[in-house]
């Protein structure tokens, strides 16, 4: 079973700022570009950030300009910094290694709710 653990998840006002963490195994660390992904009720899980062996990240046009993606490579720890959320940020956060298809297996994710 895929080792994927994510954190950090919360209620948050509009214009606020959570900061997500995933600690996963070291073979997918190590081995494939990263991603995170959310998903809200009733939508498809999307990608919406990407980062390499390198630590390069893109962005979906969604989140571009307010969140960051970085890891720590002696932690097996992807991150995920949210500034300036907004209520349609809502959703169920999941990191997970980038693959197409998407993986089979993925962990609990982490809940993000942006209200007022």
């Known amino acids: 079973q895929v080792h994927l653990v994510e954190s950090g998840g919360g209620l948050v006002q509009p214009g606020g700022s959570l900061r997500l963490s995933c600690v996963t195994s070291r073979d997918i660390f190590s081995t494939y570009v990263m991603a995170w992904y959310r998903q809200s009720p009733g939508k498809k899980r999307e990608v919406i950030a990407t980062i390499t062996g390198g630590g390069y990240g893109t962005y979906a046009p969604a989140v571009k300009g307010r969140f960051t993606i970085s890891k720590d490579d002696t932690e097996n720890t992807v991150y995920l910094q949210m500034d300036n959320l907004k209520v349609e940020d809502t959703a169920r956060y999941y990191c997970?290694?980038?693959?197409?298809?998407?993986?089979?297996?993925w962990g609990q994710g982490t809940q993000v709710t942006v209200s007022a």
């Open positions: 997970n290694k980038r693959t197409t298809p998407d993986p089979e297996d």
